[in-house]
Every structure is written in C-alpha cells, then in structure tokens.
T-cell receptor
Framework: AQKITQTQPGMFVQEKEAVTLDCTYD???????LFWYKQPSSGEMIFLIY??????QNATEGRYSLNFQKARKSANLVISASQLGDSAMYFC????????????????FGTGTRLTIIP | EAQVTQNPRYLITVTGKKLTVTCSQN?????MSWYRQDPGLGLRQIYY???????DKGDVPEGYKVSRKEKRNFPLILESPSPNQTSLYFC?????????????FGPGTRLTVL
C-alpha cells in the first residue's frame, strides 16, 4: 500500500482563488510528521509547512495552512489567495517515528501534484 | 548562509563509466541522505548517513555507493551507471529542531546515462 497518496496529478486554478492539494497517508506508527514541499520548475525543493501527529492545532505558515484530519489520515495543503508564483509541483511527505529519536530521517514522498495558476 | 551544495548540477554520461556526485553542507549536520526523483514516483531514499563513517541503505540502494569520511561531505558514487539510473538526484541534510527535524535539500543533480 502507498504510504503517501496524492490523487491529483495536476490542477489548474484561477489567480487569487484558494487551492486545496490533497494528501492521504498510511502508517501504524502513532508518532509521525507530515511535510509539504514546493518544487518550482527550477527544480529545488522548498520546505513549506510541517504538522506533527500530536499537534492539536492545524499548522499555518503565511498563506499556507494544513488541514490535518487525523482520523481520516489526511493532511491537505491549503494555499490562500493563489499567486502566479505558486505554479509548481507540490509534494506531501511523511517521517515515521518520534522526532526525538534521531534515527533514519527518511521522508516518504507522494507522487506530487502539479499546480498551475491561471492569470 | 546555510547551504547544501551538489556538483555537478547536470551530467550526461555513458553506461559503465564511473561517476561521483558530490554533496557538501556547511551546517555541521550529522544526518545526511540521498534521494532520487523519478516521474510518477516522487522522491525515494537511496542511502543515508547518521554520522561520520556511519552509512546505511535506504529504499533503492542498488547500483549506488556512498562514503562519509568527514561530516560535511557525503558523495554518491555510481560505479557502473546504467540507463535506469537516469534521474534527478537530491542530497539532503537534517538539522534537529525543537518541534521537528527539518531537511535541507541541495539544488539537485540531473543525471542522464546513455
């Protein structure tokens, strides 16, 4: 079974509209972290936002927020007031295990969603 | 400025010709890892290192080697590259944080094996 599932290969959104990028995950570990990364056409991986499995509140970072629904195992990224510069590939990723255990910091990635903002 | 650097950024080579992709970080991080990115597969971990002289396999280690002789460098070695190793490669180093450990990714190396 896929550990991280991103069901939207591509999305087109009008500029200034809000965008929700879907991510569901699968783990039996009670401790995990969820990350979202942005990859523009230049190729670099840009960290956007983090949500820990024990966090009581949804994470927010500027225009980015994470809609974390633990029981449904979903961690959707919401981008408010989209801009042309938001056009990129977006990856959801998970790290299993407690953050305090400095073991393998492996991130398991989804297949990504290519977001295109239309002027 | 915190940085993870990779060289070369682009490489076209032929089957069987040994190559090394270098990775260097200036943040004194202990943990480093290599990923490859392929269309439709996302990023997958190749190898990781928890400290100097401590390395271990990730999910897709076949055909790759690594070494960690000093903390700042973590080169990826392809002894006999094959076309199925054509990919975009990322090096990452991890800094432990209060709430979570953040991974800094290098700029990527696009490798084509003919």
């Amino acid at each position: 079974a896929q550990k991280i599932t991103q069901t939207q290969p591509g999305m087109f959104v009008q500029e200034k509209e809000a965008v929700t990028l879907d991510c569901t995950y699968d783990t039996s570990d009670p401790s995990y972290g969820l990350f979202w990364y942005k990859q523009p056409s230049s190729g670099e991986m840009i960290f956007l936002i983090y949500q820990g499995s024990y966090d009581q509140q949804n994470a927010t970072e500027g225009r980015y927020s994470l809609n974390f629904q633990k029981a449904r195992k979903s961690a959707n990224l919401v981008i408010s007031a989209s801009q042309l510069g938001d056009s990129a590939m977006y990856f959801c990723a998970m790290r299993e295990g407690r953050e305090s255990n400095f073991g393998n910091e492996k991130l398991t990635f989804g297949t990504g969603t290519r977001l295109t903002i239309i002027p | 400025e915190a940085q993870v650097t990779q060289n070369p950024r682009y490489l076209i080579t032929v089957t069987g010709k040994k190559l090394t992709v270098t990775c260097s970080q200036n943040m004194n991080h202990e943990y480093m890892s290599w990923y490859r990115q392929d269309p439709g597969l996302g990023l997958r971990q190749i190898y990781y290192s928890m400290n100097v002289e401590v390395t271990d396999k990730g999910d897709v280690p076949e055909g790759y080697k690594v070494s960690r002789k000093e903390k700042r460098n973590f080169p990826l070695i392809l002894e006999s590259p094959s076309p199925n190793q054509t990919s975009l490669y990322f090096c990452a180093s991890t800094v432990p944080g209060l709430a979570y450990n953040e991974q800094f990714f290098g700029p990527g190396t696009r490798l084509t094996v003919l």
